[in-house]
Nanobody, 115 residues
């Protein structure tokens, strides 16, 4: 098993930046992929960004050019650097780990962007 724990959320003005961290309970070197998702009130949870074991990345169109996902295997941590934040980015952000045929979610961290 692997327990992701998110941190780094908070309140920021539009145009500002935040960096989210997702710390895993064990080594992530063999994890197939790790992703960041978000869920705003009244909306479905959506994929924001994902990074594979090989380092390939994919982003939602709405965040391309503004968000960057990265991983530090030595620290068992995945990051989401969020720049040029917009009020529409307000949501609870969740980390998810894909391990074999299993998926593990974190508890989420709130990001609020004020206009």
């Amino acid at each position: 098993q692997l327990q992701p724990v998110e941190s780094g959320g908070g309140l920021v003005h539009a145009g500002g930046s935040l960096r989210l961290s997702c710390a895993a309970s064990r080594n992530i070197f063999t994890v197939n992929a790790m992703g960041w998702y978000r869920q705003a009130p009244g909306r479905q949870r959506e994929l924001v960004a994902i990074i594979t074991r090989g380092g390939s990345t994919n982003y939602a169109d709405s965040v391309k050019g503004r968000f960057t996902i990265s991983r530090d295997n030595a620290k068992n941590t995945v990051y989401l650097q969020m720049n040029s934040l917009k009020p529409d980015d307000t949501a609870v952000y969740y980390c998810k780990a894909f391990v074999g045929g299993s998926e593990y979610w974190g508890q989420g961290t709130q990001v609020t962007v004020s206009s």
